[in-house]
């Protein structure tokens, strides 16, 4: 019989904010009598029983354990007991060495540190003088960050602000507890220093940290442990845990009815390829094709996209004056079947003015909307009176242009898509380091992208994605895990190093 492996199920843990994680700790504790020293202790033996059997375990030499007074620092007391345990039964024991703050720990951190104090050879130090006696050079050696937890919201101080600067200098592994230390729960940005993990091991749930801007970058491969918080289907309480989700990679079937003809397959009308980014609007189109729609009409106001036809004449194109264009798209939009996406933006050169939002929210009818690239600025925000629940809005704004929607810096990933879904009535997708779509109507509302293809951050992979967004949106129940199985499966045949092209090829 196969072996069961927890992580292989990792996508279906949910995503929780920090007050949610405390929440279901609570109800767990004081409405279920789930022992509060239980739960730590699972904690620490889920971790130990995942690391020992890494390759450098049992050739490690010394394990640092920094050590902080909440219940994350209870937890790193609890794992060392555990380790300090087990290397005595199996004879060996490399150096441990507690490095604490000053102040106490909790409750059931400090019934873990009094068992540790009843085992020789445990080396206790003040976290103060880490700086001064940690070695950085040494080899054979882990990190293991327990000093703040999924609650942390406030500026480092030092000493501890030096410490983690002097631990990520370090060429020793680093292991974080729950969260690096220093990353915010809640996903707000943060201007100092942050403890970088190699790894993250965290309980019953994704914290929204692990999987977005900046808490990715810290927390390296994330870890979840089921550890014995309560769950009732029938409990109303619970209901917070639907609330998001981790985007699950699968395949996607793509093939065509017998019966279709080019109409059927859907239509996308392009607004866009303006002079100097006339490749945007042609990569956009390429990617819809090659996903199987069936016509392409890109309205451009660049003179020379016309002679992209020579090698690309699977696209009818018009070119004009902007004014032109905008009613010309609009008449095309009012004449087409209800199989049609409308994309406006990629290498879009000027902004269409009010009359044509005016008109669009009159025509659109339940078509597809994509809005990505130039197009989302702050013009844009001052045309979202005209957008609707109705309508079939799909956004694609990366942080800087999620900023400027919102005429105000962004200091939360999440916050923002939920502004921006709420102010334009619209899904939304900011693009970046892992990723979040919030959806307008929908449950779970929020879905967590997990991307960490750097290969995927090169100009014009934004607008492949358009125009795969923009064939889903025609055909798809579930618009955004289509666009996204066909993109991440596309990345991954077309190799490290890739180029839009390349992209395009292998969908």
Not at 162 to 171: D, G, R, T, V
Not at 236 to 241: A, D, G, I, K, R
Request: charged share 20%; glycine share 8%.
């Amino acid at each position: 019989m196969p072996s069961f492996d927890p992580y292989k199920i990792r996508d279906n843990f949910p995503v929780l904010l920090p007050e949610e994680a405390a929440r279901w700790d609570t109800i767990s504790i004081e409405k279920y009598q789930v022992s509060s020293k239980i739960l730590m202790a699972n904690a620490a033996l889920s971790v130990f029983q995942h690391i020992r059997r890494k390759d450098w375990f049992l050739s490690t030499k010394e394990f640092h354990f920094l050590l902080g007074p909440g219940n994350n620092g209870g937890d790193g007391y609890a794992l060392a007991y555990y380790m300090a345990t087990s290397f005595y039964a199996m004879r060996t024991l490399p150096r441990i060495i507690l490095w604490e703050l000053k102040e106490t720990p909790s409750n059931d951190g400090s019934y873990f540190k009094n068992l540790l104090l009843q085992i020789p050879n445990i080396e206790w130090k003040k976290l103060e003088h880490f700086c001064n006696e940690f070695q950085l050079e040494d080899k054979h050696t882990v990190i293991i960050d327990a000093l703040f937890g999924t609650g942390f919201s406030r500026e480092i101080q030092e000493p501890i602000a030096s410490c983690l600067q002097h631990a990520n200098k370090s060429k020793a592994y680093r292991i974080a507890m729950d969260i690096p230390s220093g990353v915010f729960g809640n996903g707000n940005f943060f201007s100092h220093e942050a403890f970088l993990a190699h790894e993250t091991h965290t309980f019953g749930s994704y914290k929204i940290a692990h999987l977005l801007e900046p808490g990715i970058l810290y927390a390296g491969r994330v870890y979840v442990h089921p550890i014995g918080f309560f769950y009732k289907e029938t409990d109303p309480e619970f209901s917070f845990l639907s609330r998001g989700k981790i985007l699950k990679k699968t395949s996607w079937k793509k093939s065509r009815d017998l019966s279709a003809h080019k109409y059927r397959s859907g239509k996308l009308i392009l607004l866009g390829g303006s002079t100097g980014m006339e490749g945007a609007a042609i990569l956009a189109a390429k990617s819809f094709l090659k996903a199987g729609g069936g016509i392409v009409r890109l309205f451009s106001e660049s003179p020379t996209t016309k002679q992209v036809l020579k090698d690309f004449p699977e696209i009818m194109i018009r070119s004009g004056n902007p004014d032109d264009l905008c009613e010309l798209a609009l008449s095309e939009l009012e004449q087409s079947a209800q199989s049609t996406s409308l994309l406006i933006g990629p290498g879009l050169g000027f902004f269409p003015n009010e009359t044509f939002w005016n008109k669009l929210s009159k025509t659109l009818g339940k078509k597809a909307l994509i809005l990505d690239g130039s197009v989302l600025n702050e013009s844009l925000s001052t045309m979202a009176t005209y957008f609707s629940s109705d309508m079939r809005i799909y956004m694609t704004p990366h942080a800087a242009e999620a900023s400027r929607l919102l005429r105000q810096k962004i200091m939360n990933i999440r916050e923002a898509a939920l502004s921006i879904c709420k102010n334009f009535k619209a899904d939304v997708y900011i693009k970046g380091p892992g990723g979040i779509v919030v959806q307008k109507e929908s449950l779970p509302k929020e879905i967590y992208v997990n991307s960490k293809l750097s290969r995927l951050a090169v100009a014009g992979t934004g607008d492949v994605f358009a125009g795969l967004l923009a064939f889903s949106a025609i055909h798809e129940v579930d618009v955004w895990q289509a666009t996204f199985s066909r993109y991440f499966a596309a990345a991954k045949k077309a190799g490290e190093n890739l180029t839009p092209s390349d992209l395009i090829n292998h969908i």
